[in-house]
Nanobody, 123 residues
Framework: QVQLVESGGGLVQAGGSLRLSCAAS????????MGWFRQAPGREREFVAT????????YYADSVKGRFTISRDNAKNTVYLQMNSLKPEDTAVYYC????????????????WGQGTQVTVSS
């Protein structure tokens, strides 16, 4: 079992920045691939970014490319999502998740999920 806890969400004005953190505990000796997803009210959960086990590969949704950066610190068992130039359409609950195997943006392929953190971007 792996437990994930997100933090860092909040209210920010358009154009602002936030950094989300996701702390892992439990079987952290297994270095899984990590992903960030988000879900806005009335919408399906969507892929935001993913990072490989050792951090050498990252992939982003087109909607956040160039504005968001995913990173990880395996010594701290933590993955981050730096979000810059935020837009109102980025408003959602943001979730981190982890999976074994290859990188993917499909949420159904992820094994463990956090409880989410709310990000609200005002115009």
């Amino acid at each position: 079992q792996v437990q994930l806890v997100e933090s860092g969400g909040g209210l920010v004005q358009a154009g602002g920045s936030l950094r989300l953190s996701c702390a892992a505990s439990g079987r952290t000796h297994i270095l899984y691939n990590m992903g960030w997803f988000r879900q806005a009210p009335g919408r399906e959960r969507e892929f935001v970014a993913t990072i490989s086990r050792n951090g050498d590969s990252t992939y982003y949704a087109d909607s956040v490319k160039g504005r968001f950066t995913i990173s990880r610190d395996n010594a701290k068992n933590t993955v981050y999502l730096q979000m810059n130039s935020l837009k109102p359409e980025d408003t959602a609950v943001y979730y981190c998740a982890t999976k074994s195997g290859g990188l993917t943006g499909l949420p159904t392929q992820y094994d463990y999920w956090g409880q989410g953190t709310q990000v609200t971007v005002s115009s």
